[in-house]
């Protein structure tokens, strides 16, 4: 049985592993130096998960339903349970080790570039061995998804639908406090700390006091925010009173450079630093963060619950195909 | 005499419809029967509940026998060769004849290294066929076998058969449907008239024949009392 589930999956495998290796090899061949040949790695590796979902998960027993071969497989002397479970053990495991050796090879790559950059957590989802587990979570839902939908398009369509957003919502919501994050209180400085706003239109937030990262190389900063010694954020009218000149007079200190920056005049950096040292006097800045040490636990703590997201949707696929009939 | 498969009161339904309704019914062991009926008879839900494929809604089916099934349109898996299926009905029975299986294909004339999805209609139900009679069943279960063959394969098809169920040292039950009567007279010794979702007519076709003064033929018997069925 094993044979068979091999088999069936034999072409698409050895596929997906040439075609790897044939990326590896040109990226090689390319050098190690490049940043935009690391950035368009990455991307193969945050993408490949959702493609083995796709291509091999959502066919997997909706191209049996859709074909009619199910009637010949489940047929036989072999319950259609065993049958479900080879399949996607042997196909799932593939995805795995397709998904692993990918990342692996794009890791070892762009290990010089990674570590001049120190921004471990920017690549987290790229590296190591996430992917792996993605590819794991992709396959199973694509196979569940086949099961429900009976057919193979619109099951493709609906993996890709559902696990996109699933990922990313759990990169956003999840993986911040996988681990409890670290707060460290420091005194704010007025002579690092800015006035505006970032983000994209039409999204951009009111501007605020923004103090500059503290130097934590490798770490993953979530959230830089300034407190009183309560705990109590600062808030705009606080803001507006203790300094009620911020904000003005900006971008009239000349023409814009060639870059775009515009010079601020030296009178509002002088006001902006008074404002942040009348504030300081109250209110500190609290850096909420995943030390770089962390970097491991959370891949392995990740890995994991997408390997057991993953065996939960095997379980429901296995009690879906019981039922069908 | 035992029967192979013993259908209670056995109920279907497909999400509204019900395709098979109160149906109680007896096949046979050691008989050729065939199972005849007009399309939407219900004959695929009888079948595909005898194999274990579809589950009943309301009753029991009982199958005292193991079964070898060749579902309608004799599917196959387009990507693997004549060879690969053959070993695929080992890898997935525990009772399986290899050297019988490799005469089937060998008298359908059948190349081992040929992918199934190039193969014709006739040769996929041959296929199908040796893969359902090389693992021995009790009970060999044939869902219009022959639709979609031309009248020389439907021959060559119906021979097979027989030849594959006589060349069986101990008595094999064979149920297959048809909706062509013609395709049931050479072969069978027992029928089942399914119309509506209910059995309108079962037995022995010896003692049918006899029973009926006015019907000359088999056809002419089925089509008598699929007459009745109201549409």
Known sequence: ?325 | MDNAIEANALGKRHGRRWALADCTLTVPAGQVVGLVGPNGAGKTTLLELAVGLLRPTTGTITVRQRAGFVAQGAPVYAGLSVADHLRMGQALSTRWEAGLARRLVDAACLDPRQRAGRLSGGQRAHLALALAVAKRPGLLVLDEPTANLDPLARREFLDSVARAVSAAAESTTVLFSSHLVADLERTCGYLIVLAGGQVRLAGPVDALLAGSAHCQSLDDLVVSYLREVPR
């Open chain 1, 1 to 325: 049985m094993t044979w068979l589930a091999w088999r069936q999956s034999r072409a698409q495998i050895t596929i997906a592993v040439a075609a790897v290796l044939v990326v590896a090899v040109v990226a090689f061949a390319s050098g190690r130096a490049d940043t935009s040949v690391r950035l368009w790695l990455s991307v193969l590796v945050v993408v490949l998960p959702g493609l083995l979902g796709v291509f091999w998960g959502a066919p997997l027993v909706a191209g049996e339903l859709e074909s009619g071969s199910f009637r010949l497989a489940w047929t036989q002397d072999v319950s259609r349970l065993r049958w479900l479970a080879l399949r996607l053990a042997v196909s799932g495991l593939a995805a795995m080790a397709v998904a692993g050796l990918a990342s692996w090879l794009v890791t070892w790559w762009a290990r010089p570039l990674d570590r001049a950059r120190l921004d471990q957590f920017g690549s987290f989802d790229s590296r190591d061995i996430v992917p792996a587990g993605y590819a794991a979570f992709a396959f199973a839902l694509g196979v569940l998804l086949g099961i429900l939908l009976r057919r193979t398009v619109p099951a493709m369509a609906a993996t890709l639908v559902v696990f996109t957003p699933t990922r990313l919502a759990f990169h956003l919501l999840a993986r911040p406090y996988l681990l409890p994050p670290v707060t460290e209180a420091l005194p704010l400085n007025p002579s690092t700390t800015g006035y505006g706003s970032s983000g994209f239109l039409p999204l951009v937030p009111a501007p605020s006091l923004q103090p500059a990262a503290p130097g934590l190389p490798d770490a993953w900063i979530t959230s830089i925010t300034i407190v009183n010694g309560k705990g109590g954020a600062l808030t705009s009218t606080e803001l507006a009173s203790a300094c009620p000149d911020i904000g003005r007079g900006r971008g009239s200190g000349g023409p814009a450079s060639s870059s775009g920056h515009v010079q601020v005049p030296q009178s509002v950096v002088n006001a902006t630093h008074d404002c942040v040292a009348r504030i300081a006097a109250t209110y500190h800045e609290a850096v909420t963060y995943q030390p770089a040490s962390r970097y491991w636990p959370l891949q392995w703590y990740e890995l994991g619950l997408f390997l057991a997201a993953a065996l939960l949707l095997a379980a429901a696929s296995a009690w879906r195909v019981g039922k069908i009939g």
